[in-house]
């Protein structure tokens, strides 16, 4: 149990289009789901919290504007890359909390590189 | 809010050897410590975890030591194997607050 997907796995898109990133809680309820972004080889950056109904909560100096978070459901949350710039390219992973769990314990996707031209 | 420094960032041991990263924490109120192995282009693991009621914790090779009072927790890999070569992450948090805050990450190189 606790499987958590992202899709896509690989994106590659031109500067300035939007690309959407999915993140699923595959057999169970999320309470709460994370964005990350990580550089390679460097440590993971929160991006934002987000919860289901409501809006995500952004970490300082994260643009809201540029990362988009939806989450529509207990079990799926979205970022979109809005205009996605050679500087956005990075790998993004997102997590989520069991709603009737440990504490805490976050699962984390598998995620998605994300390459701008 | 809190801090998560850890050392050391790159660390080479004998295979059979035994591997110690450390962490230490900023926020005193934080109760909750996990570590998470990540292999390259992979997601993060989730391997052991303590919480603050308790000083000491082992899953077979893999241990986890805490020490509230020092504000620092560390991880232990005994008898250690090639597959054990991996990015090793620590974190914490507070039972108030899901955010995890992560340390910068050590890469573990198994020479065998």
């Known amino acids: 149990g606790a499987v958590v997907s992202q899709h896509p796995s690989r994106v590659i898109c031109k500067s300035g289009t939007s690309v959407k990133i999915e993140c699923r809680s595959l057999?169970?309820?999320?309470?709460?789901m994370f964005w990350y972004r990580q550089f390679p080889k460097k440590s993971l950056m929160l991006m934002a919290t987000?919860?289901?109904?409501?809006?995500?909560?952004?970490e300082q100096g994260v643009e809201k504007d540029k990362f988009l978070i939806n989450h529509a459901s207990l079990t799926l949350s979205t970022l979109t890359v809005t205009s996605a710039h050679p500087e956005d390219s990075s790998f993004y992973i997102c997590?989520?909390?069991?709603?009737?769990?440990?504490?805490?314990?976050?699962?984390f996707g598998p995620g998605t590189r994300l390459t701008v031209l | 809010g809190e801090n998560v420094e850890q050392h050391p960032s790159t660390l080479s041991v004998q295979e059979g050897d035994s591997a110690v990263i450390k962490c230490t924490y900023s926020?005193?109120?934080?109760?909750?410590f996990p570590w998470y192995k990540q292999e390259l282009g992979k997601r993060p693991q989730l391997i052991i975890d303590?919480?603050?009621?308790?000083g000491e914790k082992k899953d077979q090779r893999i241990a986890v030591t805490l020490n509230k009072t020092a504000k620092h927790f560390s991880l232990h890999i005994t008898e250690t194997q090639p597959e054990d070569s991996a990015v090793y992450f620590c974190?914490?948090?507070?039972?108030?607050?899901?955010?995890?805050?992560f340390g910068t990450g050590t890469r573990l190189t198994i020479i065998p």
């Open positions: 303590i919480r603050s009621n308790v």
């Open positions: 997590s989520a909390t069991r709603l009737a769990g440990r504490l805490n314990e976050q699962f």
């Open positions: 057999d169970f309820q999320a309470t709460t």
């Open positions: 987000s919860n289901e109904g409501s809006k995500a909560t952004y």
């Open positions: 974190a914490a948090n507070n039972f108030g607050n899901e955010k995890l805050t």
């Open positions: 926020d005193s109120a934080s109760n909750y």
